[in-house]
């Protein structure tokens, strides 16, 4: 499947682009987006992260998010465990990836942390992560969801999804419903034994630095990073440190650059 454009999991077509020669040794770098992004989204970034590491990158968008298949709605408040353990399990068996650094942002940080602590991949990336609610958050949150029908927000999200009005809805009702203030997935960080780097913007607006705190108490040897004049998106906002913190966490962590092939 490696350099397909579309793969199907669960009887949904899910887009996806690869980066890099297939791996013989079934370890690849497995980006995993944020709640409102998908695979054109990244941008240029898994370019970068494929020539700065060596690595093959895949990155796949989840359904009802850039031109995958739709998901059903409104989603369960428990979306992020299900495709975590029932959804990425059969994305990675399909591209044939035994061995995954798992790299998330956002919610999909939140979906990589989850998934680790089930089935320990090599390693685990967390950009801006959320393990619990927080007023700050769902406040912004709020802040998008009154503006949405009022702005050219859909247009814009036109660009990239197929229905931009489901993603963003899909997205923000299920985080804006009452039953989610008391979601909590802290107990997923317990099992992780494989190492973990997490990473947040100073400013993030969605998220307070008690998110990757928790990271550092519940996981041993877990590197934490707080990056200065940065927002939600480390990767776009400030991507060479970015860049630069992954590639030394991986070689810290004998997980070497490979000859990139081109």
């Avoid at 967390?126 to 700050?136: C, R, V, Y």
Wanted: charged content about 20%; proline content about 6%.
């Amino acid at each position: 499947m490696w350099g397909e454009p579309f793969i199907e999991v669960g009887g949904r077509r899910l887009e996806c682009r690869c980066w890099g020669a297939a791996p013989s040794d079934g370890r690849a770098i497995v980006l995993l987006h944020e709640g409102l992004g998908c695979v054109a989204l990244w941008r240029d970034f898994p370019d970068r992260l494929h020539k700065a590491t060596g690595w093959p990158v895949m990155v796949y968008s989840r359904a009802g998010y850039g031109q995958s298949d739709p998901d059903s709605l409104p989603r369960p408040l428990d979306w992020m465990t299900r495709e975590a353990l029932d959804v990425l399990p059969d994305v990675l068996a399909a591209f044939e990836i035994t061995g995954p650094v798992l790299l998330g942002h956002s919610d999909g940080a939140t979906i990589a942390a989850i998934y680790a602590g089930a089935h320990q991949p090599l390693a685990t990336v967390l950009m801006a992560p959320h393990f619990f609610t927080e007023e700050s958050g769902l406040a912004e949150i709020a802040r998008a969801n009154a503006a949405f029908d009022e702005s050219d927000m859909a247009a814009r999200m036109g660009k990239y999804h197929r229905d931009p009005v489901a993603t963003f809805r899909g997205w923000a009702d299920a985080w804006l419903d009452p039953a989610f203030r008391d979601w909590n997935v802290e107990e997923s960080l317990d099992t992780i034994t494989g190492p973990v780097l997490a990473l947040q913007g100073r400013q993030d607006q969605y998220g307070t630095l008690a998110q990757i705190e928790t990271v550092g108490r519940r996981v041993a040897g877990a590197q934490v990073t707080v990056l200065e004049d940065c927002r939600h998106v480390p990767h776009l906002e400030q991507p060479q440190a970015t860049l630069t913190v992954i590639t030394k966490f991986m070689h810290y962590n004998a997980l070497s650059a490979r000859k990139i092939e081109k």
